[in-house]
């Protein structure tokens, strides 16, 4: 194997095994920061042996002897850490060999990871960011692209993140009781958020970030094997695979976006909607009461199961809607609603709502409101009305193609 395969196989490696093993630490040094570096340590080490000795036949085996002997040189050589030594050091010592954990073992890690880099006491910003660096497998520079943020300030996110995990000493664990429902909806959030920005970005020249939807749905599957009884886990991965299923279907030849009645409907994923519609039936399954992600997914189905635009169930969607908005109270769900309603019952319905909600502080700057009330008027034939609802939606935005195409909108008015 030459030089550059060798590289090829490390970097093919890590990727799979690099959650595994900084799980695998953490638990052993309850201390998520210092778990990574011993991974990190245990990759440079990979660089530097592999090539010359070649891959092991059990690599993830390998890096996790590795770190663990690093583990205890560390710790012998910083005093602060006599205490750990104690506890820890024997620990590590009396298990040098290179035979791996069993996959209960492996999962019940992966598991206590997840809940701690999603821990509610990190701000959103430090959740997303650390589960995509210690879950994702993400370097900085990449979750900074995805995001579009400053290198240095998710790198700052990330470091501070470690260090109020360890200052507050949260422990290394999955919630039990009353606990698991607060703490779950805070790893969901985070993967949600992934998805989200991936399928329609924020910011930016793209539409769409597909390698962050590609990060949440790998995240969302683990999780769901993890906790095989959790109806919202299976809800959000319902819709995640479900709306990913549209991404070829979403973009022009140019990277110009393609609305959802307008999209070739042959270009969607028929193998991720099959793998989203057995998500959901899974999450039916299991609750007689659907959670927001189970609703989002029936949604979702809705579209999935219509093979052209004129089949689609409006009046379910618009029902699903309501039930969604009695429990988020989100004004940006009843938007969703409204045009709903609009697609069931004619424009002056939705537009009704839509001026219901128009005052919400929530959607004073929110680009979509006055994006869906044009569409509306549109529609209704009030085109110089809809027009300046176009234009203000398109100053709104802050990502270049849906402010393209808000201006496209606005000048079909004239």
């Known amino acids: 194997m030459t030089a550059s395969e060798t590289h090829g196989a490390i970097e093919a490696v890590w990727r799979i095994e690099a959650a595994r093993l900084i799980a695998g630490l953490a638990r052993l040094v309850r201390d998520v920061g210092l778990a990574e570096e011993l991974a990190q340590d245990a990759l440079v080490a990979a660089l530097e042996q592999w090539p010359r000795e070649g891959v092991p036949r059990n690599p993830g085996a390998w890096l996790m002897t590795v ?44 598991l206590r990871l ?32 995805a995001f579009l943020t400053p290198e240095p300030t998710v790198a700052q996110r990330i470091v501070r993140a470690k260090r109020t995990l360890a200052t507050r000493k949260v422990p290394f664990e ?7 429902a607060g703490r779950l909806s805070s790893v969901l959030e985070v993967i949600y958020l992934i998805f989200n920005e991936g399928y329609s970005a924020t910011a ?12 949440a749905l790998r995240l969302g599957r683990v999780l769901a094997g993890l906790m095989p009884k959790e109806p919202e886990v299976f809800g959000l991965v319902a819709l995640m695979e479900i709306q990913a299923s549209r991404s070829a279907a979403r973009l022009g030849p140019s990277g110009e976006p393609i609305l959802l009645l307008e999209q070739n ?15 959901l039936e899974r999450a039916e399954e299991l609750t007689d009461t659907m959670g927001p992600y189970t609703l989002q997914a029936a949604i979702a189905a809705c579209h999935a199961r219509a093979f052209t635009p004129g089949e689609t169930d409006w009046v ?14 989100s004004p940006v769900v009843e938007l969703n609603r409204a045009v709903a309603l609009a697609m069931a019952y004619g424009p002056e319905v939705g537009l009704e709502l839509v001026d219901q909600i128009a005052g919400e502080p929530a959607m004073r700057d929110y680009h979509l409101l006055p994006g869906v009330r044009g569409d509306l008027l549109f529609r209704l034939g009030r085109l110089g009305e809809a027009r300046a609802e176009f234009e203000r939606a398109a100053a709104l935005t802050r990502n270049e193609r849906e402010r393209v195409l808000m201006e496209a909108r606005a000048a079909a008015c004239r």
């Open 265 to 279: 409907r042959a270009r969607w994923d028929r193998l991720l909607i099959r793998r989203g519609l057995a998500a």
């Open 67 to 110: 770190a663990k002997r690093r583990g205890v040189d560390l710790i012998r050589r910083r005093e602060r850490y006599e205490r750990k030594l104690a506890e820890i050091g024997r620990a590590l010592e009396d298990d040098p060999g290179q035979e791996p954990p069993g996959p209960e073992e492996i999962e019940d890690d992966l």
């Open 114 to 145: 997840v809940f701690t880099a999603c821990h509610p006491v990190l701000s959103t910003e430090a959740r997303v960011a650390l589960t995509l660096r210690v879950l994702g497998g993400l370097s900085t520079d990449e979750i900074a692209r």
């Open 316 to 329: 379910r969607i618009a029902d699903l809607y309501a039930r969604l908005a009695a429990l988020s109270g």
């Open 174 to 180: 999955v919630p039990a009781g009353e606990e698991l």
């Open 204 to 215: 930016g020249d793209d539409w769409m970030r597909p390698g962050l939807c590609e990060d």
